[in-house]
């Protein structure tokens, strides 16, 4: 078995913008930015900014149901 370039990298999280969010999820950005105001989506934020990014593994999860989002990861 061979092992690719792919194999080897870590699982390092695909950080999608909020435009992409609401686009994935079929709803407006504004609705995405209610609902982290809310802490109902896991996002993160990097410390001393105000940009917003959401791990798109966990907001797949969040969308069935496999946690209950809002955590601030930082």
């Given amino acids: 078995m ?11 999280p695909q950080l999608l913008r909020v435009d992409e969010v609401a ?3 079929k709803v407006k950005p504004r609705t995405i930015y209610d609902t982290v ?3 109902r989506i896991p996002f993160r934020r990097p ?3 105000n940009i917003l ?5 966990e907001v797949l999860a969040w969308t069935r149901g496999e946690n209950n989002g809002g955590k601030n990861k930082r």
Avoid: H
Wanted: aromatic share 4%; net charge negative; hydrophobic share 30%.
């Fill in 2 to 12: 061979a092992v690719t370039a792919e194999d080897s990298q870590p699982n390092i």
């Fill in 23 to 25: 686009q994935l999820l």
């Fill in 37 to 39: 105001q809310q802490e």
């Fill in 47 to 49: 410390p001393g900014s």
């Fill in 53 to 57: 990014r959401f791990d798109l593994d």
